[in-house]
């Protein structure tokens, strides 16, 4: 059974940094690529990076040159720093592996003065 489990969330004021961790057990971890998500509320869900099993990444346009995405296989886990952070990126932070259709609990992350 595929199990995520996202930390690191918290509250920060505009121009602050934080760093997401996803825990990922029950899948051969180094071969999928993992995605994390956003959710605002009142909003869909959307894609915010991907890194592949490779170390190639991809980032949506509202928070490139501000996001990092990498990976530890050795330990499961994916990472999301997020430095310059905007009141717009207040939302629940959702790892995903490619290769599974399992959510986690997702982390709240709040932007604000």
């Known amino acids: 059974q595929v199990h995520l489990v996202e930390s690191g969330g918290g509250s920060v004021q505009p121009g602050g940094s934080l760093r997401l961790s996803c825990a990922a057990s029950?899948?051969?971890?180094?071969?999928?690529?993992m995605d994390w998500y956003r959710q605002a509320p009142g909003k869909q869900r959307e894609l915010v990076a991907t890194?592949?099993?490779?170390?190639?990444?991809n980032y949506a346009d509202s928070v490139k040159g501000r996001f990092t995405i990498s990976r530890d296989n050795a330990k499961n886990t994916v990472y999301l720093q997020m430095n310059s952070l905007k009141p717009e990126d207040t939302a629940v932070y959702y790892c995903?592996?490619?290769?599974?259709?399992?959510w986690g609990q997702g982390t709240q992350v709040t932007v604000s003065s």
């Open positions: 029950g899948i051969i971890f180094s071969i999928s690529a």
């Open positions: 890194i592949y099993s490779g170390g190639n990444t």
């Open positions: 995903k592996a490619w290769v599974s259709s399992s």
